[in-house]
């Protein structure tokens, strides 16, 4: 078994800009992870296969983003009970709004941690994925205390004009 823990699943090619979001925030905090284009409606196999293996692989949570019909986070969750926290690409037609109704409303039984549309949703996704596995690891959880304190101590007390 691999020590990477974390997955980044992806719609298409389109959605990686968004995504690498979640990918800097993991590289911040030195935590491995892999990446793959996995569709649920152009790679229906690869999703079941990648579903079928995660827990197996020691995978312990999967960032999945997706726009539009964005239903590979659901599908996902369908298949595997390791963790999906999704996020919901924003779209030209409707501005992700699409994605995030197709992302949000899973019947019961099949959760996916919801994320915001777009690049601030995929950095909170790596952020939620860093705090899960900071609940069994000691030495993230120090670096995850200490890039929330840096991230408070960045924000002035005072506006200025610009
Ligand atoms: C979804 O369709 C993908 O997640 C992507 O956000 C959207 C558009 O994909 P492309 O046509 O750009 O490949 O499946």
């Known amino acids: 078994m691999s020590d990477v823990k974390v997955g980044i699943i ?48 020691g995978l312990h949570v999967i960032i999945a983003g997706a726009g539009g019909a964005a239903h590979l986070p659901g599908m996902m969750a369908s298949k595997t009970r390791v963790p999906v926290v999704g996020v919901p690409v924003q779209t030209r037609a409707l501005s992700g709004v699409d994605s995030l109704y197709s992302i949000v409303q899973m019947p019961k039984g099949f959760p996916v941690a919801t994320m915001a549309i777009g690049a601030a949703g995929a950095a909170n996704a790596g952020l939620m994925a860093a705090g899960i596995l900071a609940t069994s690891d000691t030495d993230l959880a120090e670096r995850l205390d200490a890039w929330r304190e840096a991230l408070a101590a960045s924000i002035p007390e005072v506006p200025v004009d610009e």
Do not use: C, F
Request: glycine fraction near 6%; avoid cysteine.
């Open 10 to 57: 992806m719609g298409s090619q389109s959605d990686w800009p968004t995504m690498k979001e979640a990918a800097n925030v993991l590289d911040e905090l030195g935590v491995p992870y892999e990446t793959r284009i996995v569709s649920a409606h152009r790679t229906p196999d690869r999703l079941w296969e990648y579903g079928k293996t995660a827990a197996d692989r």
